[in-house]
């Protein structure tokens, strides 16, 4: 999706869930946890209003656009499997996400910089896309500039690194090596994916 640059705190509230990590996001979901505005406090959504927001937390969340969503939904649709299940994995694959989630980086819109700044190097190879798939048995690693390797080593030191079944990370070496694919038990965002099936199916 195109970069958002506006307040996170207020997506955050608007969507019910902390899909901008920032400090000072946390810091003001904690203030104040109810939707922004006058006039939504006691209102139930719609049903499309329900299945709209489950939407936009996977794109905030992911930080991908309406175009790659549909993509990414057009592909898990024509597979064998649960559809929702399939759809959240194969976002849970961005290169983007596994930086942030092996503990390279603090929050996503972090590692995506990273990723199009191209300080990161996949089985030896500079990537600048933050939507690019990772497969089993790739490897991640900060390209090897002394000024790159002090920022994430610190950046790793600061950040709250998940441990993962199928990802390894040597906060040492900074090299994060995907030991498998992500599961349904892997998906890291909150949401109902079904509603979002249905909303895209329409």
Request: aromatic content about 6%; charged content about 25%; proline content about 5%.
């Amino acid at each position: 999706m195109a970069r958002y640059t506006g307040p996170k705190a207020r997506v955050n509230r608007r969507l019910g869930s902390m899909v901008y990590e920032n400090a000072g996001a946390v810091r003001a979901m904690g203030r104040r946890e109810s939707p922004p505005g006058m006039h939504t406090r006691g209102r139930r959504p719609s049903n499309y209003g329900l299945a709209l927001m489950q939407k936009q937390r996977i794109k905030h969340y992911y930080g991908i656009g309406e175009r790659q969503l549909r993509r990414f939904f057009d592909n898990v649709s024509r597979k064998k499997g649960d559809t929702g299940e399939l759809l959240l994995t194969l976002c849970e694959r961005r290169m983007d996400n596994v930086v942030r989630r092996a503990g390279f980086t603090k929050t996503r819109p972090q590692a995506r910089q990273g990723i199009t700044h191209g300080h990161f190097q996949v089985n030896g190879r500079k990537v600048t896309k933050p939507s690019y798939l990772l497969r089993a048995g790739d490897v991640i690693t900060v390209r090897p500039r002394e000024n790159l390797l002090n920022l994430y080593r610190q950046l790793s030191d600061e950040s709250q690194g998940q441990s993962l079944d199928w990802v390894t990370f040597d906060p040492e070496t900074l090299r994060a090596t995907l030991q498998g694919l992500p599961g349904p038990g892997d998906i890291s965002l909150p949401v109902d994916v079904n509603v979002v099936i249905e909303f895209l199916s329409r």
